[in-house]
């Protein structure tokens, strides 16, 4: 199934304009989010990703309702190729995961992602060891009475 997506968050955004993009998709059904303030209140959408089975078709207006940050919509493609559901953005018609050589992006996104981080934490841990802290704490020494 086909499922459309739009978050809101920002003053002046047209809901409807992407929802209007979104009938052309054939979409099963359409979720609307609009921002509260809280960017991590996003209760209709983490509730369409629970829902999303293999072979579904995710469609948003625009990538940006994915996540705050890079990151965050790195650790969303991981979720969705994972679990084999299509993607695809309205505002960004490139980004579509049935496109093998978007896909290979994607896929190469997502390690260098992962390496990153890996590093910065062998970093930050060599960084510790060598100025006598335990991950960015000072150790606790015993004290004898």
């Known amino acids: 199934m086909t499922y459309g997506y739009v978050y809101i968050d920002h003053w002046g955004e047209d809901m409807e304009a992407q929802i209007s993009a979104l009938f052309n998709y054939n979409c099963y059904e359409i979720i609307r989010e609009e921002s509260d303030c809280n960017p991590n209140n996003r209760n209709k959408f983490y509730e369409l990703i629970n829902s999303l089975r293999s072979k579904d078709c995710l469609i948003v207006g625009s990538i940006e309702a994915l996540g705050l940050n890079t990151s965050q919509f790195l650790k969303f493609l991981i979720l969705l190729i994972k679990n084999r559901i299509h993607f695809k953005s309205v505002m960004e018609p490139d980004f579509d995961t049935e496109n093998p050589l978007t896909l290979a992006i994607f896929n190469d996104l997502i390690s260098m992602d992962i390496r990153v981080r890996k ?4 970093v ?3 960084f510790a060891k060598l100025t006598d802290r335990c991950i960015g704490r000072p ?3 015993s004290k004898k009475l």
């Open 119 to 122: 590093n910065k934490c062998w």
């Open 124 to 126: 930050n841990r060599a």
């Open 139 to 141: 150790l606790r020494h």
